[in-house]
């Protein structure tokens, strides 16, 4: 999500529904953007999302794009919009790593990956994967290696990482590696 900071508009991204651009609305601290069924707030570095009929949920501050290359994260889980989740059985297991300038690699199960990606301020895209070799089938394995190549944006901050689909409404969510 950004919001520009002195701006009178705030255009959410990574939304099921996909983009939206939301005015300005009188707030008595922060700022705060509303069309009525969907309300984004900010205050300093804590944000929140409303949508109607859905839970409020909190939202991170995007990480400078600076901060990607060099750093390694291990999947938590793999959520589609249906409410499914794949978890991996080890999240050891299931890895990406942004090197300098572009290159993506990590784990996806016994399989190493490999592929190019870019980051902007606002988000990242994955280019494709080289192809695993075959392993002991595992549930997320399959999705993962998918997910990796139909990677349209992503959101990180010091803490968390996403990257959604292009084409399903699949997001990947990573913890980083200590």
Known sequence: MSTPAAGTRARLEGLPAGPLTLPIVPSGSGRKYSDGTTTYWSRGTESTLEIAGQ??????????????????????????????????????????????????????????????GTAS??????????????????????????????AARGWWSAVALAIAMKLDARLLHFEPVP
């Open 55 to 116: 839970s409020r949920r909190a939202c991170v501050v995007i990480a400078d794009p600076g901060t990607l290359p060099g750093s390694r994260w291990r999947l938590v889980r793999i959520e589609s919009m249906d409410g499914t989740q794949a978890v991996p059985d080890s999240r050891s297991r299931y890895t990406l790593e942004f090197g300098a300038p572009g290159a993506l690699a990590g784990r996806a199960d016994c399989n190493r990956l490999s592929g190019r």
């Open 121 to 150: 301020a606002s988000h990242c895209r994955s280019g494709r994967s080289r192809r695993p070799a075959q392993c002991v089938p595992r549930l997320p394995r399959r999705r993962y290696v998918r997910s990796l190549e139909a």
